[in-house]
């Protein structure tokens, strides 16, 4: 079993600035939106935090001096969208996305032991789009991506940290090409640069007389070539066919192999139909 959630932010109003939000009970949010030089382009920002760290920080303030007094753990969430597009003329676009998020969770002890986690993600792209003719444009982006999570425990004076990190900056350029109402063809290529932070370790007494840190790091080059075609046989029928060759080097050892596809998809009637897939 598997699924893939696609999901697609939507463009700026090019026509007036709007600001849309909400406040809840654990969490708020913000939108601000709006055209790019006269319409030419638009813009959208959006962002939400949680703030149930607030809630529990109160009761831990008013229970601190109790005998039996066990904190609550701190937890929230805060994440960060944005979108521009720009045309450039009748055949070229721009369009940039990002986004950011983290999540944030701490516990602290009456005995003078914390302990803090963090984890997120960094995104950001920018995409150009170029029409060649109503029948064949090309989608060519760059972008990276940074996923990290940081570990840190204190007891009195002394810290000890413990780190992670995936970062990928990769560059891909996809044609696609309608010849008739029957076919749909597709070619590419893709170049991505793996760094792989497996640790990161900090740790120090506070008094500068116990203090060291480490970082493991690997690197890695994954790149790709790929075509297919998506053929409507019959109303029913569907076929598609495709093969891709990756490769993926990292120091002295590389890998490289030739991956074939092919789907059909059969349908019995409007609401149901067969597929078979191969890869």
Same mark, same amino acid.
């Given at each position: 079993?598997?699924?893939?959630?696609?999901?697609?932010?939507? !463009?700026?109003?090019?026509?007036?600035?709007?600001?849309?939000?909400?406040?809840?009970?654990?969490?708020?949010?913000?939108?601000?939106?709006?055209?790019?030089?006269?319409?030419?382009?638009?813009?959208?920002?959006?962002?939400?935090?949680?703030?149930?760290?607030?809630?529990?920080?109160?009761?831990?303030?008013?229970? !601190?001096?109790?005998?039996? /007094?066990?904190?609550?753990?701190?937890?929230?969430?805060?994440?960060?969208?944005?979108?521009?597009?720009?045309?450039?003329?009748?055949? &070229?676009?721009?369009?940039?996305?990002?986004? *950011?998020g983290r999540d944030v969770f701490g516990f602290s002890s009456a005995g003078g032991f914390n302990f803090n986690?963090?984890?997120?993600?960094?995104?950001?792209? *920018?995409?150009?789009?170029?029409? @060649?003719?109503?029948?064949l444009f090309v989608n060519t982006s760059v972008s990276v991506s940074d996923y990290k999570y940081n570990l840190?425990?204190?007891?009195?004076?002394?810290?000890?940290?413990?780190?992670?990190?995936?970062?990928? @900056?990769?560059?891909?350029?996809?044609?696609?090409?309608?010849?008739?109402?029957?076919?749909? *063809?597709?070619?590419?290529?893709?170049?991505?640069?793996?760094?792989?932070?497996?640790?990161?370790?900090?740790?120090?007494?506070?008094?500068?007389?116990?203090?060291?840190?480490? &970082?493991?790091?690997? /690197?890695?080059?994954?790149?790709?070539?790929?075509?297919?075609?998506? /053929?409507?046989?019959? &109303?029913?029928?569907? *076929?598609?066919?495709?093969?891709?060759?990756?490769?993926?080097?990292?120091?002295?050892?590389?890998?490289?192999?030739?991956?074939?596809?092919?789907?059909?998809?059969?349908?019995?009637?409007?609401?149901?139909?067969?597929?078979?897939?191969?890869?």
């Amino acid at each position: 079993l598997s699924s893939v959630v696609d999901v697609k932010l939507r !463009e700026g109003d090019r026509q007036h600035y709007v600001a849309t939000g909400g406040i809840g009970l654990i969490s708020s949010r913000l939108t601000y939106e709006g055209p790019i030089n006269k319409g030419k382009g638009s813009f959208i920002v959006s962002g939400r935090r949680t703030y149930f760290d607030i809630f529990t920080r109160a009761i831990n303030k008013r229970n !601190e001096k109790k005998e039996d /007094y066990s904190p609550i753990p701190d937890y929230y969430f805060y994440d960060f969208n944005a979108k521009a597009n720009y045309t450039l003329g009748a055949k &070229d676009q721009l369009f940039f996305t990002s986004y *950011l998020g983290r999540d944030v969770f701490g516990f602290s002890s009456a005995g003078g032991f914390n302990f803090n986690f963090s984890w997120g993600n960094t995104i950001g792209t *920018l995409r150009w789009n170029h029409v @060649f003719s109503p029948k064949l444009f090309v989608n060519t982006s760059v972008s990276v991506s940074d996923y990290k999570y940081n570990l840190t425990n204190r007891l009195d004076q002394f810290t000890f940290g413990l780190g992670s990190h995936i970062t990928d @900056f990769t560059g891909r350029t996809d044609f696609e090409y309608t010849p008739d109402d029957r076919h749909i *063809l597709k070619v590419g290529a893709m170049l991505t640069q793996h760094q792989f932070g497996v640790g990161r370790l900090d740790a120090n007494s506070g008094d500068g007389r116990i203090n060291f840190g480490s &970082d493991i790091n690997y /690197y890695g080059i994954e790149g790709a070539l790929y075509a297919s075609d998506n /053929y409507k046989a019959t &109303d029913k029928l569907q *076929l598609e066919g495709g093969l891709r060759l990756s490769g993926f080097r990292s120091g002295s050892d590389q890998y490289a192999g030739l991956e074939p596809r092919a789907s059909a998809r059969y349908s019995l009637n409007d609401r149901t139909s067969l597929k078979l897939n191969y890869a």
